[in-house]
């Protein structure tokens, strides 16, 4: 897959190919024209500029404008390529990311074996910058989703306030792929001073002026530029480029793009919703710096919400496990699959270990919940087995109990375990970790086996 333009800002010719790459290798931009064709990952700690654009750098070697691409890659569902390019900067091509979407519909995709990375919020993710009134959220989703919505709002008669949404990744292509670029009448001259903007037309931005500018005025942006005109309309105000808009909201529209492409540098998928109020490169990256910090942090963390449907009640617990009253700690089974299960212990002050631990300062026992960790693990190993009720299991070994916070009535524990290794010869080996309100309570690593006490009977 293959695109030749101009770069916005160097006003260099390019050309970009697309290539496929290998699992867990992520997006990397590589430069052909340099010697040994050295390679710039795009992740947020490559970042060096943020101003109209963004750019990465690594050893020296320097890659502009990757939020388009990178945008078309990310909705895409592409985890994985290797972007060559001829010069340093992407092409602008039309000022949007359709051309990069569409001719990633047509050449298609190939799946891969390994897992996709997913990050799936638990608790809101913010940034602000108050200088520059710029807010952004990430929400929690009940579903397995990614939305975007987004407002602009820059004191322009022109622009006005404007909204976007992104309902879902599949919808980018109609709906935000097409959105160009834009810049006010106003900055151009400045950007052109900076030595930016040297590929800039009215065929690759929307250029909105918020006053009437005379056939002089123009000529002198013109002759700043570098160019024998502008191409676009004197004495008018509003959009005054040759193009009309594609949306209405086509600014908007090209914020929520670019949020996106940035958002790809973390080379995650992100489950939630995101709120931005007045975003631009800076932002998206400081907020892309949070969001890599949270996946780093949080990454292996389970879905600790406690108000889905359960996989198992106690009733259904009671037919796995041979515990009852006062020694069932398991009240529901979340989760469940071949590596790990999730459960929940509702504590309450009607425990009958309250009475003596402490009658004035009712704290549950440290080991009453490592029991209530393993008995999880008991649904989890005891589920693997015909007829569970004629098996049992029992601890062989208790490693690495930590316990880092107090459970008092009124907490609800959520355990989660997973497997460390298969299960062999009946020998279930699991770390268990046993969170509050998100909050890391405790912790063991169990070794059971699971042992069949008496046959069932004979029908």
Known sequence: MTFKGVGLHTGKMCTLTVQPAEANHGYKFQRIDLEGHPIVKACTKNVISTFRCTSLSQSGVVINTTE????????????????QLDAQEVPIIDGSAL?????????????????????KVRKNI??????????????????????????????????GTQHARLEKLS??????????????????????????IKGGDVGNAI???????????????ADTMGRKELGVVEDEAGVVSTSPLHFSNEPARHKLLDILGDIALTGCYIYGHVLAARPGHEANVEFAKALDKQILELEDLPDLRTDKD????????????????????????????????????NVTMNEPFFQGHFPDNPVMPGVLQVEAMAQVGGVFALS???????????????????????????????????????????????QGKGYVRGTLVSQAILLAQV???RAPAEK
């Open 451 to 453: 042992i069949k006490d």
């Open 68 to 83: 388009h691409i990178l945008a078309a890659l990310y909705a895409a569902g592409v985890d994985n390529a290797l972007i």
């Open 207 to 221: 250029v909105l002026a918020e006053r009437p500018y005379s056939k002089t005025e123009l000529q002198s942006i």
């Open 126 to 159: 913010s940034y602000t910058d108050k200088e520059n009134n710029v807010e952004m959220l990430l929400v929690p989703l009940k579903e397995d989703e990614f939305r975007l919505t987004v407002m602009v709002d820059y004191n322009s008669p022109v622009l």
């Open 384 to 430: 693997n087995v015909e007829d569970p009720e004629f098996w049992s299991t029992y601890f062989l070994k208790i490693d690495e109990v930590r316990f880092k916070q107090k459970v008092m009535p009124g907490d609800s524990i959520v355990f989660h375990l997973k497997l460390i290794s298969p299960i062999r010869r009946g020998l279930v080996h699991m």
């Open 310 to 345: 359960s996989i198992l009640d106690v009733n259904q617990i009671s037919k796995l496990l041979p515990h009852r009253y006062p020694f069932l700690l398991v009240d529901r089974i979340l989760e469940m699959d071949d590596q790990s299960i999730t459960g929940v212990k």
């Open 171 to 196: 919808d980018f292509t109609k709906e935000i792929a097409p959105s160009r670029t834009f810049v006010f009448m106003k900055e151009l001259k400045e950007l052109a001073d900076k030595g930016l």
């Open 99 to 119: 051309a990069f979407t569409k001719g990633i519909e047509e050449v298609g995709t190939t799946e891969l074996e390994a897992d996709r990375r997913f990050f």
